[in-house]
């Protein structure tokens, strides 16, 4: 007896010693494992051993000698060698040896019981860029001023093994081999088990939709890893429904469940699902989804999807054909934000005029476009909302994605006023929705987040002239000058010129401080903590300027957002400004504090008019009446 095997494919470490390898590759009549040293160069010897034919392609065979550490590719029918498929590691990138992992770790972690569904707020990272040094173990230092900011799930760009010195991670070829570009497997379980000692959840962001262009050798091993049934934006769509599916299916099955499992994350956010084909009569995204529950037991798991054509199958369960996330992404809460704080709504924003009554729907009902016709497109777009919880939809003002988009890399307090992004960012965080920080946002890091691969020049050319078509839909980008001016993905400066300088925190400590408090309010305050239990009404009071009514319970808070020019009520005929039971509204917080940068928020009602100012945020509490009229 062996023992038992933890994933179906790959190079497992028995418990009792040895390796058992297995791997599908129905294309091959015979596969052998060629032993190439160690990883430290010090044991590990040179010999090769051939595998036994199993049914349905598979090759399988265990090694006694063998062990963690050792380096190893599969030579198919005598030829030519390859990285394992499942590789859990590649030290020398995809074109190199897979290297055999012991997944043994000495975890801390045992009391973490999870990400719970309710009161989160995430914060996007790029490892690669977040530090200065750009490692598990450089990010893993900053969890912990993280955590006292109050961001309570880090989701990571994703990592699985990419070629190049530098990433995305979009473009990933080896899904179960954590990139060497930012250590070792061990240095992310370190990684996980610091943020959970800090009381942080993590989630990784996984593309199950393609796999990038250079380095993906599955064809060497089967051709039913792909299909050309089904157009893919990004690359060859994934077999999931056709002939050989099964094996496919069960591949990337066990590489959702594998990051749960070795690696103690807790949970996945599922990249583009709207390219992800499947006709089959149960979805391969609900069957991830059911297999990384089953995989957590106990542990609560924290699933999100992206989906572009705002699907609301998406959030619904598998048992009514759905694909069971717990929150989506929401463009159209971005799109709207960006468009009022801008005034920029071209090309795809052009479906959206960042109107007052724009921000107020998007609080209340989560996506905008529940079915309308979106023109930009031409066609409809999005699903009804009702009967979902609006902490089911992770709002963002930035994004790895968006920010990207504006050519340059801008950050959106770069393309607005600071009061506008004072007010904004004070919307995104009260608004019972689960709210979404990308790197930097919370200082206003002056670094750009531009697009940058590293990939051979012929890819890299065809790369450059894909994002500058993308680009192009942009009136103000499309002149050739511009064109010309554009970063080079591929160019080193393009990825230096990305990362974050975290002494800036220091240096603009006032906003940091304002999304300090603001997360703080969020969570203490016993209104906006109530979340999606809460019962929320809005109104537009002027062209840019509209009110958040928050009840819960006997309490209830105000939020008047304006992003113009002051206003004053007089009259004032809007309900939701009546004053709170026997009492009167006073200011609690406002976006214009002298310490967050701004000059100062008197009481909005006066005993002429209601006082707005412009560009600010300000949250309104009950107070006593005090004998006043």
Avoid at 175 to 180: K, S, V
Avoid at 474 to 502: G, H, K, W, Y
């Amino acid at each position: 007896m062996i023992g038992a095997r933890r994933l179906p494919i790959g190079a497992d470490v028995m418990a009792h010693g040895g390796v058992h390898f297995r791997v599908w590759a129905p294309k091959r009549k015979t596969v052998e494992v060629l032993m190439e040293g160690s990883l430290d160069g010090e044991q590990g010897e040179s010999f090769s051993f051939r595998l036994t034919a199993e049914a349905g392609g598979y090759f399988s065979g265990f090694c006694r000698d063998a062990m963690s550490g050792w380096l190893y590719r599969y030579r198919l029918d005598s030829s030519v060698a390859f990285p394992d498929p499942a590789s859990r590691f590649q030290p020398s990138g995809p074109h190199g040896p897979s290297c055999i992992i012991d997944p043994s770790f000495n975890w801390t972690d045992s009391h973490w019981r999870g990400i719970g569904k309710e009161g989160n707020v995430v914060y996007e990272m790029h490892i690669g860029t977040f530090s200065r040094d750009g490692t598990w173990q450089g990010a893993a230092k900053e969890l912990s001023e993280l955590a006292q900011l109050g961001i309570t799930v880090v989701e990571l760009m994703p990592v699985a093994e990419f070629p190049g010195k530098f990433g995305w991670g979009y473009d990933g070829v080896d899904l179960f081999a954590p990139t060497r570009l930012y250590g070792c497997p061990d240095d992310l379980r370190s990684f996980v088990d610091t943020a959970h000692a800090c009381g942080i959840g993590v989630i990784l962001d996984v593309v199950y939709n393609h796999l990038g262009p250079e380095g993906n050798y599955l064809k060497q091993f089967s051709d039913h890893y792909f299909t050309d049934r089904y157009r893919n934006e990004w690359g060859e769509a994934v077999n999931f429904d056709g002939d050989g599916a099964g094996p496919v299916r069960e591949f990337f099955m066990a590489n959702a469940a594998y990051w749960i499992d070795e690696f103690h994350l807790d949970g996945l956010r599922v990249d583009a699902t709207q390219q992800i084909y499947d006709a089959s009569p149960r979805h391969i995204i609900a069957c991830i989804n059911e297999k990384v529950r089953k995989t957590a037991g106990e542990k609560s798991i924290f699933l999100v999807g992206e989906n572009e054509p705002q699907q609301i199958k998406c959030l619904q369960p598998p048992e009514q054909g759905g694909y069971g996330f717990d929150v989506v992404w929401n463009d159209d809460f971005h799109h709207t934000a960006h468009a009022a704080v801008t005034g920029y709504n071209e090309a795809y924003y052009s479906e959206y005029l960042g109107t007052s009554q724009e921000l107020v729907s998007a609080v209340k009902y989560g996506y905008l476009y529940q079915g309308q016709r979106y023109f930009w497109q031409g066609k409809r777009r999005g699903s009804s909302t009702r009967g979902v919880k609006r902490s089911c939809f992770v709002n963002f003002i930035q994004n790895h994605d968006q920010i990207a988009n504006s050519a340059w890399g801008f950050r959106i307090h770069q393309l607005t006023s600071p009061g506008s992004y004072r007010a904004i960012t004070a919307l995104l965080l009260l608004a019972p929705s689960t709210p979404m920080l990308f790197q930097g946002q919370e200082f206003a890091a002056s670094t750009p987040f531009l697009y940058f691969a590293d990939l051979c020049a012929e890819v890299a050319n065809m790369v450059r002239k894909g994002r500058v078509e993308f680009l192009s839909q942009f009136t103000n980008v499309a002149s050739q000058e511009i064109i010309d001016s554009l970063d080079s993905p591929a160019a080193m400066n393009t990825f230096e010129r990305s990362r974050l300088n975290l002494e800036e925190r220091q240096k603009h400590d006032r906003i940091y401080t304002m999304h300090r408090d603001l997360i703080r309010l969020r969570r203490e305050d016993p209104v906006f903590s109530a979340g999606a239990s809460s019962f929320i009404d809005g109104a537009v009071l002027g062209a840019e300027g509209f009110v958040i009514r928050f009840f819960h319970n006997d309490d209830e808070r105000l939020l008047l957002v304006n992003l113009g020019r002051e206003l004053r009520l007089r009259p004032a005929p809007e309900p939701l400004l009546a004053p709170p039971q026997g009492g009167v509204w006073k200011v609690a917080w406002s976006s214009e504090k002298p310490e967050y940068g701004g000059s100062g928020y008197p009481e909005p009602e006066t005993e002429n008019f209601w006082r707005i100012l412009g560009h600010a945020a300000v949250v309104l509490a009950p107070a006593p009446n005090g004998g006043g009229s």
